[in-house]
């Protein structure tokens, strides 16, 4: 299915929020319009864009007349009106095991890799070793889950991998390195070969 109506996404390109939206969208081949947000000049903060997110908060899609906010739910629109059902499993086992771990990148995985990333390339700080040891738990967690099928829910990819990808696949960014988890690096280059794949830009290189 594709949309009748021009989609646009409001976001940030170092953002893996806004990035695994943009993934979605491109591996749906979905034609979009990026909207560039000035984070450093409050742009997300304006008036104009809290009527859009009252958070404050990129991503957001615009879809003809719907206007949504927080990537995960946005993911959850995008797979249930434009996606094939093995993105989001119609069945009560295999939803709730993508809710898992949609929960898990609003929760560890924010308070984890993403953290360490956010510290180290926005913030120009160190991860204590507190967050490395925290973030590295949950690594070996996912790349555990992965020793057992393809992609975390089973041998089909869902958007609970592209909800956990753009912040695992950075977390070196993070002073993360991922040498020690075979299966979890095994997983991301299967993502990347998935027809439509886009990188999230790399902070060193912006």
């Excluded at 949504?68 to 499993?89: D, K």
């Excluded at 898990?104 to 984890?112: C, D, Q, R, S, W």
Aim: a negative charge.
């Amino acid at each position: 299915m594709t949309s009748s109506t021009p989609l646009r996404l409001h976001g940030f390109p170092l953002s893996g929020h806004s990035h695994r939206v943009s993934l979605m969208l491109s591996l749906l081949q979905l034609p979009h319009e990026f909207i560039q947000v000035d984070l450093q000049h409050g742009a997300h903060k304006s008036p104009e864009f809290i009527a859009m997110n009252p958070f404050g908060l990129v991503p957001v899609l615009q879809d003809g007349e719907i206007t949504l906010a927080e990537s995960n739910a946005i993911l959850v629109y995008l797979a249930l009106r434009y996606g094939e059902p093995h993105w989001l499993p119609r069945d009560p086992l295999g939803a709730a095991r993508v809710e898992h771990w949609l929960s898990v990148a609003a929760g560890p995985l924010a308070a984890g890799p993403a953290r360490a990333r956010i510290d180290v390339v926005f913030g120009k700080t160190r991860p204590t070793p507190e967050l490395l040891a925290r973030s590295h738990a949950l690594l070996a967690i996912i790349d555990a889950s992965l020793a057992r099928s393809a992609y975390l829910v089973g041998e089909i990819p869902s958007i609970a991998d592209i909800a956990c990808y753009s912040y695992v696949a950075h977390a070196p960014e993070g002073e993360l390195s991922l040498d020690a988890y075979a299966h979890l690096r095994a997983w991301l280059a299967r993502i990347e070969a998935l027809p439509g794949f886009v990188a999230m830009p790399a902070a060193a290189a912006t």
